[in-house]
């Protein structure tokens, strides 16, 4: 039987709390050198990890040398490291096998979520939460679903739990009866009690993937092995898949040039240019009745978007000699999914759609879709083909230098969001190399390098 305060207090210890310069989340330790399981999208989007606190622990510690040493680009997963001198307490795993969910866990199981004690103290008042001694609040819930897919989150199944989940508390553990971790906090539906979690195998599955750098001829198969994916996720028109294995150094990088040249403009005289585009996409939220499903809304929405690389749109927000057309219809790719989305199943007021569409841009995945652009102009509806892969001593780490052989671009493709809008280069006579680093411990592609063949 769950007794939920022994069972809260036994694992409180192993939970930490994570704060980031955008925002806060949780971690669990799984092994007492340091090792800490979290979701990706609690580290990915911020600049630096401040700190990690621990107040379960007697007494409470915190740790500000903690750093990413792995993040599953597939699933919402991150493993980190907190660089400490006395062992830290480790949550026991329900499963640290590749195994079926059915395996360690029913419907109906009664299971625990734990917050953080300043995120939480309204569900104390209101006797759906139990406050601990560690700073923690308990919340008791049921597994509800065993297997729930949802691709926009991530790969593989989740399963459902009747808890609510409020922000702050991704990446914090879910408890069974025996006080283990079967899962992880993910994500929740706006109009749905509850909240969904990553199986705890699946964590598992992802510490098994992990790949092993520390040979350089081990860096070296994996590079290859990384732009092998990389081309086919290319010439096989997958284009997030490629994106998700691009650099997320060189994306803000791009991301940031891009928004800074926009902004420039927008505030200049482009603004009228934005309300007509808000205008346009408010006109297509209204027209329920028009569309069968929600796939046509958004096919309609990208049509749309598309017509924001024409030059004629361009001059009108200013940027028509400042920025190629496929980094303006990547921005507004963006702008516009998480304003759709905002309004039509958030149903959230015009002006909280805009500022949840500002926050978007500031996303990673959003960033990657900027940095996917450059790939798309350049090699359009080209096929690619590994030529080589060499291996480049570096200071503070290597690089791997992919060198490309392109053949029959065409110009343009809708294969992608931000569709390239200039026509193709003649690919022979270009030698096109990639740059790709160690980053999260795995290899990223940074950039595209075109050159003339020698």
């Known amino acids: 039987m769950l007794k939920p305060l022994a069972t ?14 955008v925002g806060r989340g949780l971690a669990f330790v ?44 597939e699933r919402d997963l991150a493993l980190l490291k907190v660089e400490t001198d006395a062992p830290l307490p480790s949550l026991p795993l329900a499963s640290a096998d ?24 309204e569900h104390v008042a209101r006797g759906d939460g139990r406050e601990l ?13 065993l297997e729930v897919f949802n691709e926009s989150v991530g790969r593989g199944p989740y399963f459902g739990f009747s808890s609510a989940v409020e922000r702050g508390q991704s990446g914090g553990p879910v408890l069974d009866r025996y006080g283990r971790a079967v899962g992880i906090v993910t994500w929740t539906w706006k109009h ?129 000699e400042a920025l190629p057309g496929d980094q303006v219809v990547s921005f507004f790719w963006e702008f516009a999914h998480a304003y759709v989305s905002a309004r039509h199943f958030g149903e959230l007021p015009v002006g909280d759609a805009v500022d949840a569409a500002l926050r978007r841009l500031q996303s990673l995945d959003a960033a990657r879709t900027f940095a996917f652009a450059d790939f798309s102009r350049r090699l359009a509806d ?37 569709a390239s809008l200039t026509g193709a280069a003649r690919f022979e006579d270009r030698v096109h190399v990639l740059q790709m680093r160690l980053e999260w411990g795995d290899w990223y592609v940074a950039e595209l390098q075109t050159r003339a063949r020698g």
Not at 60 to 68: D, H, L
Request: hydrophobic share 40%; no cysteine; glycine share 8%.
């Open 8 to 21: 809260a207090q036994a694992g409180v210890a192993s939970v930490g709390v994570i704060e980031t310069d």
């Open 30 to 73: 799984v092994d007492e050198s340091g090792y800490l399981l979290t979701n990706r999208h609690v580290v990915e989007d911020a600049d630096h990890i401040e700190h990690i606190s621990f107040p379960g622990l007697n007494p409470a510690r915190t740790y500000s040398g903690v750093r990413i040493v792995f993040v599953d680009p």
């Open 98 to 121: 590749q195994e079926p969910i059915g395996s360690y866990l029913e419907r109906a199981d009664r299971v625990m979520l734990l917050a953080a004690k300043r995120r939480a103290d």
């Open 133 to 145: 001694e560690s700073g923690f609040i308990a919340h008791l819930g049921r597994v509800r679903d």
């Open 192 to 320: 749905r009690a509850g909240g969904y979690a990553i199986p705890i195998s699946s964590a598992a599955d992802m510490l098994s993937e992990r790949p092993q750098l520390d040979t350089r001829s081990q860096q070296l198969a994996r590079a290859k092995g990384r732009a092998e994916r990389f081309v086919a996720a290319l010439n096989g028109r997958q284009s997030e898949r490629a994106r998700l294995m691009l650099s997320p150094t060189h994306a803000r990088a791009v991301r940031s040039d891009t928004l800074s040249a926009l902004g420039e403009h927008i505030a200049d005289d482009g603004q009228g240019a934005v309300r007509q585009f808000v205008g346009a996409l408010e006109a297509l939220i209204g027209d329920t009745p028009e569309f069968k499903d929600d796939d046509e809304r958004f096919d309609a929405v990208l049509e749309l978007v598309l017509r924001t690389g024409a030059e004629e749109f361009r001059e009108a927000l200013g940027v028509d």
């Open 382 to 418: 080209a096929r690619v083909e590994i030529e080589k892969v060499e291996l480049i001593p570096g200071v503070y780490a290597p690089t791997a230098v992919v060198t490309l052989r392109a053949e029959g671009g065409r110009g343009r493709t809708r294969a992608l969001p931000q």
